[in-house]
DNA sequence: CGGAATCCTCTTCGATACTG
DNA sequence: CAGTATCGAAGAGGATTCCG
């Protein structure tokens, strides 16, 4: 029962007494694209376990970082939705993802992969310059992933499901949007290959290889909080 | 033997599958205040175990994240010292930080204490307003640990140690400093209860109360990242 | 004495099977 | 579909011993 903890009188102490056993941190990574039910949590936490998952469930409403709500009709069914408390995690999971694209390098092989967390480390590392001045919404199918990207002056925000009205719809599949996020493919050859399709305004397709393209704009740029 | 990762191409994951172990992120908190001996930390981490502390330290140089270094003549001793790629954590621990001082709440019974520790809250939660035009380094005695922060035009940086020459020297033992920063003492009341003695300039110690006085200046204060 | 390997007990994790 | 129950395996915590 009684969970473990560090016994410091300490910030960052209390903060880790919450998020720092295994898996927590994810399951918010998981939520900051929106709520989610305990089955598409699984989906999105390969090798979790189901007993685990209840306990961080259990354990992280009781912290208040996320809430367990009924979805309004017509959907209805149970979902887990972060508190703000929760979604005040997020400057310290991009934090995380700022440091780990850094050593991210090829995909191993067998290692699991969710097309929006490129999108989310996207977010982290993109640069306040990058998509200035855009304000548009793109939504993704990859394989049987659908998600949007809101970008609006400089900020992307990464969210499951469909978008409501995408200036730009794309549809391709996980290996090729791999390929496109990394870099070792352009998005000009990946249609004409056959691989994406996209639907809308063509300038807008510009724009989204833009800003997605290149997986690191610009690598230890500013932390924001100057470290010596 | 087989480190134990997610199994995820994720830039969230891969940071959590080098630091989301047990007292992994504690001991970059350590070692953020200036390189430490083995003991040290062990102080400093009170309940790890000197086992676990020594394998953690061994994956942390493996990983890139410290490096273990022989301090100059005269001191030669044998040091743990956070690499480049270390430093680059202190924004994900400022950001744990942030996020941990809103449930610190009073200091549980038992619960161990080292004056750094909040120091490097402050340095958290504080706003840019706060200590701007400061340009000024302040020494801390309390109880046995010596330690200085150099506060420079709205920054602080905690480290262990005297400084080099300090503007003002505070010497009081821990529990004062703990009611000195929580904002239930004046600096001025314990100064005149015994409890603090300072040396220096005498406005220094108005800034010095100013800046490290109450706990959180300003609570939910930018995140810098715009959360939603 | 600082630093680290060894042993042992206890907790947590992971996978599967099972139930409302 | 959403979770609980179970059990072997891995990891943590504490003390002690070893190396320099």
Same mark, same amino acid.
């Given at each position: 029962?009684?969970?473990?903890? *560090?016994?410091? *009188?300490?910030?960052?102490?209390?903060?880790?007494?919450?998020?720092?056993?295994?898996?927590?941190?994810?399951?918010?990574?998981?939520?900051?694209?929106?709520?989610?039910?305990?089955?598409?949590?699984?989906?999105?936490?390969?090798?979790?376990?189901?007993?685990?998952?209840?306990?961080?469930?259990?354990?992280?409403?009781? $912290?208040?970082?996320?809430?367990?709500?009924?979805?309004?009709?017509?959907?209805?069914?149970?979902?887990?939705?972060?508190?703000?408390?929760?979604?005040?995690?997020?400057?310290?999971?991009?934090?995380?993802?700022?440091?780990?694209?850094?050593?991210?390098?090829?995909?191993?092989?067998?290692?699991?992969?969710?097309?929006?967390?490129?999108?989310?480390?996207?977010?982290?590392?993109?640069?306040?310059?990058?998509?200035?001045?855009?304000?548009?919404?793109?939504?993704?199918?990859?394989?049987?992933?659908?998600?949007?990207?809101?970008?609006?002056?400089?900020?992307?925000?990464? $969210? *499951?499901?469909?978008?409501? $009205?995408?200036?730009?719809?794309?549809?391709?599949?996980?290996?090729?949007?791999?390929?496109?996020?990394?870099?070792?493919? $352009?998005?000009?050859?990946?249609?004409?290959?056959?691989?994406?399709?996209?639907?809308?305004?063509?300038?807008?397709?510009?724009?989204?290889?833009?800003?997605?393209?290149?997986?690191?704009?610009?690598?230890?740029?500013?932390?924001?909080?100057?470290?010596?």
């Amino acid at each position: 029962m009684s969970r473990r903890t *560090y016994g410091q *009188y300490c910030a960052m102490a209390r903060a880790l007494d919450v998020l720092g056993e295994r898996w927590t941190l994810l399951i918010v990574r998981e939520l900051l694209t929106g709520p989610k039910r305990f089955k598409d949590l699984l989906e999105g936490l390969p090798g979790i376990g189901t007993n685990l998952l209840a306990a961080r469930l259990k354990d992280l409403e009781g $912290e208040g970082v996320l809430r367990r709500t009924t979805l309004p009709p017509p959907a209805g069914s149970a979902v887990y939705q972060l508190t703000e408390r929760g979604r005040d995690l997020e400057p310290v999971l991009m934090g995380l993802a700022r440091w780990g694209v850094d050593q991210l390098g090829e995909p191993h092989t067998g290692e699991a992969f969710r097309p929006v967390w490129a999108v989310q480390a996207m977010k982290a590392t993109m640069g306040p310059e990058a998509a200035r001045w855009v304000r548009e919404t793109y939504e993704f199918h990859v394989g049987e992933d659908v998600f949007h990207v809101r970008v609006d002056d400089g900020v992307s925000e990464p $969210e *499951y499901g469909p978008a409501f $009205e995408p200036d730009l719809v794309l549809r391709t599949d996980g290996d090729t949007f791999l390929s496109l996020v990394s870099g070792r493919l $352009e998005a000009t050859d990946a249609i004409e290959a056959g691989k994406l399709r996209v639907e809308g305004d063509p300038e807008a397709l510009a724009r989204v290889s833009d800003i997605f393209g290149p997986p690191v704009g610009a690598r230890r740029s500013g932390t924001g909080l100057g470290a010596s």
